[in-house]
């Protein structure tokens, strides 16, 4: 078959394609399984495998592979395997931007009503109290006026809130008011017909090599498949063997299950192309085949191998991204270049490649907890009975495979870790599978400093370079401030403006959080060129819009936030407690940096007035219930369970509540406390790390061992897929990080002025050792420990310079080594 030109084939074949693709798109449909998996396989000899005695029968049970621009779900299927897979930048939209001319107009009035709302409010509280008082005293009649009073106060007070929301929704949001989505690219399919009768079949992740493989016997003959996701080569790579050699005979296809698509053949390659929406993303995906023995040749839906004795499968795809503003690159000619890129290269040849730039970053870090018997049983099994067995190599997988989806998911040059990593296969996902910046899209880096992988924070820091700009736009129009500013979402077209609702959609602190990564990266590497050229800049500017931005309250005379929202809940008000800790932590890595670089007369002068203002910044304040306050006003309810346990940002991932600040800290933990230990999975993820700050680590294991379990298994909740993906529910990558994150959090902690070893041990991994971890300063950790005490510990720097050193208990002053 002659290959086409790609505006040939999508202008004169458009609609007969189509046509054909929908009826190949029923033959797609992955052939009725009707086969057995008798035996019983044993584990991969590898230590660190995800692995499963049958196939996916869901994309949830699939292994994923990822090289920061492709991502492929490996279905491991008999006798048909699909390989989903994904291309980071095919997302619905345009350049676009979001912010709303002249918003501004209408913050006066939203601050003014909500101010309004508040001092009812306040009245309404303060009348509340005096109820409670009267009821104590028996004077039940006085109690009721009391409370009559108080709610009448609050139901206005609630009214002027709703006026201000309203007027936010009206004037005040993104244009659109949605953002858009992140999109599947297409399917590659093998069909290896006849195949009913399997034995011994099992298929597994081996994350320290990042190779996915499926094996089994069938009619006398061994199959093996293995794939892989390529960074240095950029491709998805598969290799099907059969022993005895030249037993291997199949179908190959291409699908995609965008509508404006279509596959040719021609020769040995399948190519994939088709576009999201008119103006929009265009891709394309080439399957190039190449066997040892046997024959490729065409067949009506793709292409047919027979009596080969290997087959290797290059798949690579490509669009016309160039960046959020420009699609003006020819997604064609990139894959021809990608094809060509590893053409002359052997199957030996990629895989080493490959795994020894995986195994740079993978290999940084190793965890041992022990290792029992219950390791070596099938991982869905073994999720099955975590909660009641003893299978602590279980939690140091689910630490690994954190770092393996982040290093799958975000590598320099592409796109960050979305809502689903880089993973999906519905064009409507959940949430548009984009960025989450009121805790999602952070959660994602939680593990990238402190596991070792630096590196994989550089996709988010290029975005945020993206954000500043159409940031400041939205600063202007919404708010007449200077510097930059995201709400709580943001796609590939760096869309920053309230999206949504306005009770939650308006909440300005999505920039000042991701800012204190920069600040974060800088403090885990000390690299100052990164800290002058990239981080600064950036926080500088994401502080100068708070710097404008923030109000003096009437009644306390505090600076406050607002309008913004406690994260999606109580809806639009002035001062959730969590900007104010998030603005504080900013301001006060602008003072640092103003310690460590020689800043320029109009920087000096800036970060002079940053540091006037954090004083006058509302402080974290305890209430009545002992508990901090999420608001201004001292109104949680104790039994308020919300997953978002957003005013605990300053114990993590914040350093705004150190342990060492006991009142503030003690009312972090009861609030903690009263949320409870049941919930999604990424607030389960951010528990963990939570307990850890509060040096608990049996409370930690208790919330781990809550996530830890098939998801489904307690209603209403969190868990993981038999893929171990996290469950928010649905699959939500985030969940997965912040477990990673936890587990380090647990072992190592280094954010209040001290490298502390073993912080929070549960009672329950006596005896371990850890390799690797990074602390603030640029040190890097090992450690080994025996019922429950350090045996030995090594600090190493490029820097070697003293540290101080929380050891079982004691405070030691050491020189570091030099690594
Ligand atoms: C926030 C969370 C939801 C979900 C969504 C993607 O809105 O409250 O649980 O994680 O992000």
Not at 114 to 141: D, I, M, V
Not at 377 to 401: C, I, S, W
Not at 447 to 457: F, K, N
Not at 675 to 701: C, E, I, P, Q
Request: charged share 20%.
């Amino acid at each position: 078959m002659k290959a086409l030109g790609p505006q040939e084939i999508l202008k004169t074949n458009l609609p007969a394609l189509i046509c054909l693709l929908a009826v190949l798109g029923e033959l797609h449909a992955p052939a009725a399984q009707n086969v057995e998996f008798p035996g019983n396989a044993a584990a991969p000899e590898a230590p660190l495998c995800l692995w499963y005695r049958q196939p996916s029968a869901k994309w949830e049970e699939a292994l994923p592979l990822g090289n920061g621009h492709i991502g492929a779900m490996v279905f491991g299927s008999v006798p048909t395997e699909r390989i989903q897979f994904t291309e980071h930048t095919v997302w619905t939209g345009q350049p676009h931007d979001y912010a709303r001319p002249g918003a501004a107009k209408a913050l006066p009035e939203m601050r003014r009503l909500l101010f309004a709302g508040r001092t009812l409010e306040l009245r309404g509280l303060e009348k509340q109290k005096e109820a409670a008082r009267l009821e104590a005293a028996s004077q039940k009649q006085e109690a009721r006026a009391k409370k009559n009073e108080a709610q009448e106060l609050l139901k206005v007070a609630r009214a002027r809130q709703k006026e201000a929301e309203d007027l936010g929704l009206k004037e005040f949001m993104s244009e659109p008011l949605r953002q858009k989505a992140y999109q599947p690219c297409g399917d590659l399919w093998i069909d290896l017909a006849g195949q009913t009768q399997v034995a011994d079949f099992r298929r597994w992740l081996d994350l320290d090599t990042a190779v996915a493989v499926t094996e089994y016997r069938c009619a006398g003959v061994a199959f093996r498949r293995e794939a892989f996701a390529s960074h240095p080569d950029r491709a998805v790579f598969v290799r099907l063997t059969a022993d005895p050699p030249g037993k291997l005979d199949c179908v190959v296809r291409l699908s995609s299950p965008h509508k404006n698509s279509a596959v040719t053949a021609a020769g040995d390659t399948l190519v994939l192309r088709g576009e999201v929406e008119t103006n929009g993303i265009r891709f394309e995906s080439r399957a190039v085949l190449q066997v040892d023995g046997g024959n490729v040749g065409a067949a009506p839906e793709g292409l047919r191998v027979t009596g080969a004795k290997s087959l290797v499968i290059r798949v690579v795809a490509a669009t016309n991204f160039k960046n959020y503003r420009d699609l003006t690159s020819d997604p064609a000619e990139r894959c021809a270049a990608l094809v060509k890129q590893s053409a002359g290269k052997s199957w030996e040849q990629l895989r080493e490649a490959h795994v020894a730039d995986h195994q740079a970053l993978f290999r940084r870090v190793s965890l041992d907890l022990g290792r029992t018997a219950a390791a070596s049983a099938p991982t869905d099994q073994r999720l099955k009975e975590f909660a009641a067995g003893n299978d602590p190599h279980l939690v140091a997988l689910v630490f690994q495979y954190g770092r393996y989806l982040l290093i799958g998911s975000s590598r320099p040059g592409g796109q960050p870790a979305n809502l689903q990593g880089i993973w999906n296969d519905k064009l409507r996902p959940p949430w548009d599978s984009k960025y989450t910046c009121n805790i999602n899209t952070e959660m994602n880096y939680w593990p990238a400093e402190v596991a070792a992988l630096g590196e994989c924070h550089e996709p988010l820091f290029a975005a945020l370079a993206e954000l500043a700009e159409s940031g400041r736009i939205v600063a202007k129009e919404h708010y007449n401030a200077r510097g930059w500013v995201v709400h709580h979402n943001f796609d590939l077209w760096r869309g920053a403006a309230p999206i949504n609702a306005a009770n939650h959609g308006i909440w300005v602190t999505g920039s000042g959080w991701m800012a204190t990564h920069l600040w974060e990266h800088y403090h885990f590497t000390q690299d100052r060129q990164f800290l002058e050229k990239t981080a600064f800049p950036l926080m500088k500017e994401a502080a100068l819009f708070y710097a404008d931005y923030l109000v003096e309250d009437p009644t306390t005379h505090w600076l406050v936030s607002g309008p913004s929202n406690s994260p999606e809940q109580g809806g639009l008000v002035m001062g959730p407690t969590m900007d104010h800790q998030i603005i504080r932590c900013l301001f006060q890595a602008c003072v640092e940096v103003s310690r460590v670089l020689k800043l320029n007369a109009a920087d000096q002068a800036l970060v002079a007035k940053l540091g006037q203002m954090i004083p006058r910044l509302a402080p974290n304040q305890v209430g009545q219930h002992g508990q901090l306050q999420e608001w201004l006003e001292d109104k949680d309810d104790p039994k308020n369970t919300h997953r978002h346990v957003s005013h605990l940002w300053g114990v993590y991932p914040g350093w705004d509540i150190p342990w060492q600040d006991k009142k503030v800290f003690d009312a972090a933990r009861q609030s903690l406390l009263y949320r409870g230990d049941a919930a999604t999975g990424w607030s389960m993820g951010w528990k963990v790390n939570l307990w850890a700050r509060f040096l608990d680590g049996d409370h930690a294991l208790l919330i781990l061992r809550n996530l830890l379990r098939p998801f489904g298994s307690v209603k209403g909740q969190g868990g993981l897929y038999p893929n171990l993906f996290d469950a928010c529910p649905p699959f939500q990558i985030d969940g997965n990080f912040g477990a990673c994150a936890g587990i380090a959090e647990m072992l190592l902690q280094s954010h209040a002025g001290e490298i502390h070893l073993l912080p929070a041990l549960p009672k329950a991994w006596p005896s371990g050792s850890v390799k690797g971890l990074k602390a603030r300063g640029n040190f890097t950790v090992d450690l080994a420990w025996k019922d429950g005490q350090v045996t030995t510990y090594r600090i190493r720097s490029p820097d070697p310079r003293e540290v101080n050193v929380r050891v079982n208990g004691e405070v030691k002053t050491l020189r570091a080594e030099r690594l």
